[in-house]
C-alpha cells in the first residue's frame, strides 16, 4: 500500500493526539519502519508549532 492509496491524510493538529499516535504507529508498522526512523519521520506528520516544540525537547536533542 502506498501513501498515496490512503483515504485520509495522517497529519497532526493539536487535536486527537491519541488517535493520531495509534495512527500513525499502525503506518509505521505497515511500512516496517525501525524505531529510529519512525522518531525521525514523526515530525513530518505535525504542523510547525509542533515541530519546533519536539525540537527542543531535551529526548529529541539527545536522539539527534
Known sequence: MSLLE????????????????????????????????QFCKLLRYCNKIIDDNIKIMSKYIDFN
Open 6 to 37: 490512503t483515504s485520509e491524510i495522517l497529519y497532526f493538529e493539536e487535536k486527537n493526539m491519541i488517535d493520531f499516535l495509534e495512527r500513525y504507529k499502525n503506518f509505521c508498522d505497515d511500512y516496517e519502519l525501525n524505531q529510529n526512523n
